[in-house]
């Protein structure tokens, strides 16, 4: 496999961006990570990008952002109707295939113009499920009244991880949820999908994440620590969601055997959770223990830019680990209902 | 069996009666699905398309000017697409100029009873801009056969009193008599930027 990291990331999470469209809020970050590492657009291989139409409600806003990377004359490029990870997972490949050394990718969304959780019920089946409009809060509900059931967890749990994540956005500026709340607050909420508490949901956010991948020396000669991608797969469970189990992830934990989340030690993971509840699966479907810090960032409990979530997921842990916060991290991305599919990234300093 | 060339044969699925298993036969068959869908959203549309739209109001097309290039975009996107760099400069441009290219649409469009076929949808450049757009060309005395690549226009806007932030305020563009403007490239990427084509 061929080395492969990430060498520069730059991010903008805000509750609501009003005055700027997407392409004009994505090309000062796209200018800001090229120039960090001293790349124009002509020097970079392969462009890749992640967003939905559905999200702002306007046709084919993908295309004019094209415009803002500057293609002229005409660029390799690619995009991909998922979170920006998936593209980064594009770029990945086409960098093993050795036919070019660094890629942009870059992911974003507004979601402040419509409401993003009766959005989101337009990608459930159309034919059984969607006229039933189940917004994405109802559905998680349904999976963590499971996982109350069944005793996997409990309020106290579920209240311990949104209130760590509320500490940790407190430190992070890109954060829009950053008031820290304690445990006992935070039990004391009014469900707002039963059983699920405000703060056991994701804060939404408008923005984006641009993020530069580089091969072997060409990462060695942009970077002082470049995060070297040492495993990457991602997986899809059913989309039927009577036929998941949604108390447990099969496709997490097998993205996360694939790229070897447990060959070694884990000192920090980012992880794609919009809801309490999504993290403790993910941390029992890739087996992280305590000893693991999970969302230094704070997670997308602090901020859940659709479309660029998990690609920031992969941004944050490489930031990290160029910074010489830890040696190796796990970055995780999900998309679909009830985190229907995983990927899953293990990052090295070196 | 071949796809069928000819667009006024109706697709296979429509043409014959609808066919059922045995086992369905009683039943009523299901000819389609409503699934009903809305969603609603308050838009905006960015700094620059805003500008556009405000002066659109007072009957002025404006456009963004590349940092790098000084090529002018209209309608303005607040980003040079030549370079990949936020525009922060924004001129007037004229509300006349000349057909890049055309089309003469003979089929009704659905929902757009407004328009009556048959009618020129142009690429229209106006002078002072790199770029045109798209752009309809009517007028009492328009023969059809005369529009041309080249062909001066010039915008007949709504009456002062109906204008609002939009770009609906032009209603069409009409010709203006003048000579034809010389096309000396059809690249729209490179063309001089001393007020199109001469």
Redesign the interface.
Known sequence: MRDVAVIASAQRQERSIDNESEVEFMVPLMQQVKESVGLTQQDIGFTCSGSSDFIAGQAFSFVMTIDGTGPVPPISESHVEMDGAWALYEAWVKLQMGEVDTALIYGYSKSSPGSLRDVLATQMDPYYVAPLWPDAFAIEALAARQMLEAGKVDHQRLAEIASRARTHAATNPHAVRRTEKSVEDIMGEAPMADPLRPSDISAAADGGCVVILAAGDRARELSDRPAWIRGIDHRTDAHTLGVRDLTQSMSARIAGEKAGVGDDKVDFAELYAPFTTSEYVLTEALGLGDDVVINPSGGALGAHTMMASGLIRIAEAAERISRGDGDRAVAHAGSGPVLQQNLVCVLEGE | MGYNQDPSVPPAALSGAVSIPDALADLEPVRS?T???R????????????KYLRAMKEKRIIGDVCPDTGMVFVPP??????????TTETVDVADEGYIESFNITRIPIKGRDDLHPPYVSAWVVPDGSNTGSIALVAGDDLDLDDVRIGMRVKAVWKPDDELEESAANILHWEPTGEPDAEVPDMMR?GRPTDGGAQ
């Not at chain 2, 996107?77 to 936020?86: D, L, Y």
């Open positions: 699905v699934t009903p869908l969603m609603e959203y308050t838009a905006t549309p960015g700094a620059s398309l805003s996107r607040g980003v040079s697409p030549v370079s990949g760099k936020r990427i």
